[in-house]
Nanobody, 116 residues
Framework: QVQVVGSGGGLVQAGGSLRLSCVAS????????MGWYRQAPGKQRELVAA???????NYADSVKGRFTVAGDNAKRTVDLQMNSLKPEDSAVYYC??????????WGQGTQVTVSS
């Protein structure tokens, strides 16, 4: 059984920072991609940032230059440093691990609210 637990959300003023952390445990192996997605009310879940096993990163255009993703494949952790937060960054953030067999493992979601 796989357990994915994310943490670090909260309420912050515009311009502030938050750091999200996530760890996977249990029967998960051969991870090739880790990252964070978000879903705002009435919108589809979207990719925020991801890091591959090789270390290459992928960011949504809206967060480039403000967010930084970091992952440790051996420890099965993925973090998201969010700086210069904007109200439009408010959403539920989900961490995600993908293995080489195409399986997705999701965290429970953590709320990020940015006040103007």
């Amino acid at each position: 059984q796989v357990q994915v637990v994310g943490s670090g959300g909260g309420l912050v003023q515009a311009g502030g920072s938050l750091r999200l952390s996530c760890v996977a445990s249990g029967s998960i192996s051969n991870i090739y991609d880790m990252g964070w997605y978000r879903q705002a009310p009435g919108k589809q879940r979207e990719l925020v940032a991801a890091i591959s096993r090789s270390g290459s990163t992928n960011y949504a255009d809206s967060v480039k230059g403000r967010f930084t993703v970091a992952g440790d494949n051996a420890k099965r952790t993925v973090d998201l440093q969010m700086n210069s937060l904007k109200p439009e960054d408010s959403a539920v953030y989900y961490c995600n691990f993908k293995n080489m067999y195409g399986a997705n493992f999701w965290g429970q979601g953590t709320q990020v609210t940015v006040s103007s």
